[in-house]
């Protein structure tokens, strides 16, 4: 297979799986069906850019549902590395899933910055 459709592919699916998730799950309201989200505000306040940047692929796998949402539109610092450790996996801290918790204005940064 041609390596530069491998390319294009491997940097558009991650938004693809994203926006697929979230219109299976019903999450497009913003914040994670039935967790209370709120599009992003959960009373704590955005990480800055320099420390999302710094987030590795292991630290992300903790992350909770609610930690994800904070992320808010500067999850689009996330490397390519520690966005492809989100998870659809649920679990105590992960009520539907992190990739489920993704808001739509995150998907928003994210699509924007998968474009460039």
């Known amino acids: 297979m041609n390596t530069s459709i491998v390319k294009t592919f491997n940097k558009h699916i991650i938004v693809f799986v994203v926006i697929v998730s979230c219109c299976l799950t019903g999450c497009l309201g913003g914040g994670a069906a039935g967790t209370g989200g709120t599009g992003g505000t959960t009373g704590n306040s955005t990480p800055t850019?320099?420390?999302?940047?710094?987030?590795?692929?292991?630290?992300?796998?903790?992350?909770?549902d609610e930690k994800i949402i904070a992320l808010g539109t500067n999850i689009r610092y996330l490397s390519d590395a520690t966005l492809i450790a989100l998870s659809n996996m649920t679990g105590p801290n992960n009520l539907v899933g992190q990739v489920e918790s993704i808001s739509v204005s995150e998907i928003v940064v994210l699509t924007l910055r998968r474009s460039d």
Not at 50 to 61: F, G, K, N, R, Y
């Open 49 to 64: 850019p320099s420390e999302i940047a710094a987030i590795t692929p292991s630290q992300i796998e903790q992350y909770s």
